[in-house]
């Protein structure tokens, strides 16, 4: 049953009987071919296994031989180790005495062949160091190191010596002769010495040229022999003798311009004129010595020290510290000094140098280790800003607070009035100074801020002179004394930078003060002569005199000749200097005085004609008044001068 039902299932899949018989022979034929196969691979099997025994058998015959063939092999290596190890003990012993028959000869001749020799000696010592164990080493090194010790002395010393005999002081004219035409000074003692109106000079964009301090040849030497020293642990010997070299050649070059070291004792003893002369030439040493000895200091060990950053900052500091210590010191002195107004110019001179130059002088003394050096000179210029701005408030006060005694009989313009305004003027030359002065201390506008001086300056004035003009006796020459100042300080200030300042407010304001100042002369000199022209109970109409007795115009023509005669003897003396001004109160006078007097003449002159010696009353035609007003404030001196004030 089961046969039937796989045969239906063969006839299913498309089998027959011829194919499955087919299919059984195949298979007995591959399980043959396998059978045999195996045979084969237990024959192979077999006969390696016998190769194998073999190959151990020869491996075990030839050991012995492979031994010794490999310990002849390393023998012979370990000779020519050996004799290599030896020639090259040989070499380094001829090295030392090649090096130390450099070094017995000494840096001077030969450097460069001395420091080769110093590192053949190092060398050497690292060799034998890492080789103890030869009988020679200790000796070796110990011999070595000797002459690593000797040599280190002589370097110093060769390092010194030729440090030394290259930092002479400059000579001035050096100096001199690297500034740029412009600043130069034409004659010798001449300095920096300036006036106020041409202080801006210094502010050129000229070149500076730096001398050449060390020669191009000697500074490759000295920056190997400080470059050796330093490897070698004698970091301190280089400092000190390069410290001392050129610390004497920096404060020597100075010395040498003329530069002194002035205490504020010393300063206080100066006549004004000496004092602003050192002052000037201070100036001068400052811009030279920022501008043209540091800064090519600066190079010379930039050069030496060259890969030795932090070492050549601090060595470039301690050499110059000296020097720019004697530097500052004058300009200490000066500004602890006592006060004054007439210094205020040569202290914002001083501030400007200082200003001018800090930028450069923090660039040379950058580092940490000249902190100190920009520190003194940054506060040299606050110093000298806070003295000058306080000898503005004293200005200011001695302005307001002046009592001279000066007499100006005359009633011209005061002494002082002329000082303030050209102290004024010259403070104008100063205004970029100034305005940068007034920003050391506070965030403010210093357009305003100096505008706000001016103008307490000017009040200031005002004030003086009213307290003044109070001193005269004549209420007249009271009023030109004022006229005369007020006028000065307006014309001066309107042709000055000082207008813009003040505005032309300001100007208009103090021109109408001027004009009646002018007018309060007019009604105090020639009020009182003019009624000379007026008679009471005389008509009304101008022209007719009846009513009006001679004896009253001839007492009125008298009254009138001598008040007029005793203001022209007295006014001739006074003086109105400016001549517009001078003629402007002439003409003004003359318009009021000739028209009333021709008038008076006419109408009651008939009276007096007529009568007996006519001119002892009408002593003055109107061109005689005319001419003599033209004498008015021509500062003319009378014989016997009367006390006016």
Not at 177 to 189: K, Q, V
Not at 502 to 513: A, E, K, P, S, T
Request: charge should be neutral; glycine fraction near 4%; hydrophobic fraction near 40%.
């Amino acid at each position: 049953m089961e046969k039937s039902n796989l045969q239906k299932n063969q006839s299913k899949l498309g089998f027959n009987d011829l194919t499955i018989e087919t299919l059984r022979d195949r298979a007995a034929t591959m399980k043959d071919c396998l059978a045999r196969s195996q045979i084969i691979t237990d024959s192979m099997t077999s006969i390696l296994g016998s190769f194998d025994l073999r190959l151990s058998a020869l491996e075990t015959a030839m050991r012995p031989t492979q031994i010794k063939t490999h310990s002849m092999r390393q023998a012979h290596e370990n000779i020519d180790k050996t004799l290599k190890f030896a020639d090259a003990v040989l070499i380094q012993f001829d090295l030392v005495k090649q090096a130390e028959a450099e070094i017995m000869r000494g840096p001077h001749e030969d450097l460069e062949s001395y420091l080769e020799a110093v590192n053949q000696l190092k060398q050497i010592v690292r060799f034998f160091s890492t080789n103890k164990t030869l009988k020679s080493s200790i000796g070796v090194i110990t011999h070595s190191t000797t002459l690593l010790q000797k040599a280190s002395l002589m370097l110093e010393e060769e390092f010194r010596q030729l440090l030394t005999s290259c930092s002479k002081p400059v000579e001035p004219d050096r100096l001199l002769d690297c500034l740029p035409a412009s600043l130069r000074p034409s004659t010798a003692g001449e300095g920096g010495k300036k006036n106020p109106s041409d202080h801006n000079k210094s502010a050129e964009n000229v070149v500076y040229r730096p001398p050449t301090l060390v020669s191009p040849k000697v500074v490759p030497l000295l920056h190997d022999l400080a470059l050796q020293m330093t490897q070698t642990g004698q970091q301190q010997q280089v400092f000190i003798i390069y410290r001392e070299a050129r610390s004497a050649c920096m404060e020597g070059s100075l010395k040498k311009l003329g530069v002194e070291k002035l205490g504020k004792d010393d300063v206080q003893k100066m006549q004004l004129e000496a004092l602003e002369a050192k002052i000037g030439n201070w100036i001068h040493f400052v811009r030279i010595a920022v501008k043209l000895l540091f800064a090519a200091e600066r190079k010379v060990s930039d050069q030496v020290f060259e890969g030795m950053d932090s070492f050549m900052d601090q060595c470039f500091a301690e050499a110059t510290a000296s020097a720019v210590s004697l530097l500052l010191s004058f300009g200490e002195a000066i500004a602890k000094s006592k006060r004054s107004p007439e210094k205020l110019f040569v202290l914002l001179d001083m501030y400007e140098i200082m200003k001018e130059v800090q930028p450069e002088f923090n660039t040379l003394y950058a580092s940490i280790s000249a902190a100190e050096l920009r520190e003194s000179v940054s506060a040299l210029t606050k110093r000298l800003a806070e003295t000058a701005q306080e000898t503005f408030v004293d200005f200011e006060e001695a302005v307001d607070k002046d009592a001279t005694k000066t007499a100006v009989q005359d009633g011209t313009v005061h002494p002082l009035t002329s000082y303030v305004i050209n102290y004024v003027k010259f403070l104008f030359d100063y205004q970029s100074t100034l305005k940068q002065l007034f920003l050391e201390f506070e965030e403010i506008d210093p357009d305003a801020q100096l505008a706000k001086i001016t103008t307490r300056i000017m009040q200031a004035l005002q004030n003086n002179l009213d307290g003044k003009s109070k001193h005269y006796k004549d209420q007249a020459l009271t009023q030109i004394f004022m006229m005369n100042n007020i006028h000065y300080i307006v014309r001066s200030v309107r042709r000055s930078e000082a207008k813009d300042m003040l505005g032309d407010d300001w100007v208009q304001i103090h021109r109408r003060v001027v004009q009646q100042h002018a007018n309060q002369y007019k009604r105090i000199s020639w009020s009182k002569i003019l009624q000379c022209f007026t008679i009471q109970g005389a008509p009304s109409d101008g022209i007719s005199t009846t009513g009006v007795s001679r004896a009253t115009v001839k007492e009125k023509f008298k009254t009138f000749n001598t008040q007029f005669e005793e203001l022209h003897q007295r006014q001739s003396q006074w003086t109105v200097p400016d001549s517009e001004l001078r003629e402007s109160l002439r003409l003004a006078v003359a318009e009021v005085l000739l028209p009333a007097y021709r008038a008076f003449r006419k109408r009651f002159g008939p009276l007096i004609e007529g009568g007996k010696n006519p001119t002892k009353y009408i002593r003055f035609t109107p061109e005689d008044l005319e001419r003599m007003l033209a004498e008015f404030f021509e500062g003319k001196v009378a014989p016997e001068q009367k006390r006016l004030i």
